[in-house]
C-alpha cells in the first residue's frame, strides 16, 4: 500500500504559477503517478501524469503547454508545475499512484491504486 500527500495549493491571480507536490510512502517503487483535478458537481479529470521510469509523460488538453511534471525518486515525490493559470483551472487537485505500466492506462482513474486527500487550487480572474 502506498500512501500519497499532496501540498503546494493556494490561492493565485491568474497568469500566475504554482508548483503542487505529491510525496508517496510505503510501497514506492517501479509506480506511474497522475494529477487529476475535480470541481463540485463534476467528475474527476485527468490533468497530467507520468510513468514509473519517467520516460513517458502524458497532458490534458486543457494544460499542455502550460503545466510540467516531474519526479525526484530520492525523495519519493512528483511534481506539477503550473503556469500562466487560469480562473478555470480552480479545482481541489488529486494525486493518485498507479502500478501499472502502460501509458494507455494513465487517463483513467481506475488505473490508481491509492490517492491522496487533494489540495486546493483557486485562481482569481
Known amino acids: 500500500q502506498v500512501q500519497v500527500v499532496e501540498s503546494g495549493g493556494g490561492l493565485v491571480q491568474a497568469g500566475g504559477s504554482l508548483r503542487l507536490s505529491c510525496r508517496a510512502s510505503?510501497?514506492?517503487?517501479?509506480?506511474?503517478v497522475g494529477w487529476f483535478r475535480q470541481t463540485p458537481g463534476k467528475e474527476r479529470e485527468f490533468v497530467a501524469a507520468m510513468n514509473w521510469n519517467g520516460r513517458n509523460t502524458s497532458y490534458a488538453d486543457s494544460v499542455k503547454g502550460r503545466s510540467t511534471i516531474s519526479r525526484d525518486d530520492a525523495e519519493s515525490t512528483v511534481y506539477l508545475q503550473m503556469d500562466s493559470l487560469k480562473p478555470e483551472d480552480t479545482a481541489l487537485y488529486y494525486c493518485?499512484?498507479?502500478?501499472?505500466?502502460?501509458?494507455?492506462?494513465?487517463?483513467?482513474?481506475?488505473?490508481?491504486?491509492?490517492w491522496g486527500q487533494g489540495t486546493q487550487v483557486t485562481v482569481s480572474s
Open positions: 493518485a499512484v498507479g502500478h501499472f505500466r502502460s501509458t494507455s492506462a494513465f487517463r483513467s482513474t481506475l488505473s490508481y491504486d491509492s
Open positions: 510505503g510501497r514506492t517503487f517501479n509506480y506511474a
